[in-house]
């Protein structure tokens, strides 16, 4: 029914910038939010931005001023701009998006795709 893509990962200096995007299939219909997640070993899946049907945005306290959600509602797509990355930033970043249907809410996730800053 529904299918993200990630892109945009990779290896970065301290300080420099990073584009994420993800890509949906499906329908336009029905979205609640989509988001950002990231995982780094060991460590438990933390909710790095959000962004609702209606446009509200939530972020982590930790990239506050640093990352930007976004979404682009014609090419199915929602991205995240980092800037000012930081080592600690290192982690695997998932796209995350949840439909509410009629009776209930459906989470999808991409692959994720792997962002590493380099000290």
């Known amino acids: 029914q529904v299918q993200l893509v990630e892109s945009g990962g990779g290896l970065v200096q301290p300080g420099g910038s990073l584009r994420l995007s993800c890509a949906r299939s499906?329908?336009?219909?029905?979205?609640?939010?989509m988001g950002w997640y990231r995982q780094a070993p060991g460590k438990r899946r933390e909710m790095v931005a959000t962004?609702?049907?209606?446009?509200?945005?939530d972020y982590l306290d930790s990239v506050k001023g640093r990352f930007t959600i976004s979404r682009d509602n014609i090419k199915m797509t929602v991205y995240l701009q980092m800037n000012s990355l930081k080592p600690e930033d290192t982690a695997v970043y998932y796209c995350n998006a949840v439909l509410k249907t009629l009776v209930t809410y459906k989470a999808y996730w991409g692959q994720g795709t792997q962002v590493t800053v380099s000290s």
């Open positions: 499906g329908s336009n219909f029905n979205i609640y939010t």
């Open positions: 962004i609702t049907s209606g446009g509200s945005t």
